[in-house]
């Protein structure tokens, strides 16, 4: 099994910046895929930023150029780095990984911007 814990949401103003964390833990094998998806009121899941294990990366085309996705692989942790945030990030943010064609999520965290 493998558990996610999401950090680094809150409050903040049009603008502004976050980092947001997820550690993972458990079973995790050397290859495997993590990304971040979003979820505001009202709307569906959206991927916004994913990076495989081989180092590709893949972004939302309403986030590129503001956030950055990365991982420390010591740590088992992925960031998401967001600048330029603007009211309509405000969401919860989920992490993901997949592996051995399984994908694990953890409970996410929420972001609210302020306008």
């Known amino acids: 099994q493998v558990q996610l814990v999401e950090s680094g949401g809150g409050l903040v103003q049009a603008g502004g910046s976050l980092r947001l964390s997820c550690a993972a833990s458990?079973?995790?094998?050397?290859?495997?895929?993590m990304a971040w998806y979003r979820q505001a009121p009202g709307k569906q899941r959206d991927m916004v930023a994913a990076l495989t294990g081989g180092g590709r990366t893949n972004y939302a085309d309403s986030v590129k150029g503001r956030f950055t996705i990365s991982r420390d692989n010591v740590k088992n942790t992925v960031y998401l780095q967001m600048n330029s945030l603007k009211p309509e990030d405000t969401a919860a943010y989920y992490c993901t990984l997949a592996q051995n064609a399984a994908t694990y999520w953890g409970k996410g965290t929420l972001v609210t911007v302020s306008s």
């Open positions: 458990g079973s995790i094998f050397g290859c495997h895929d």
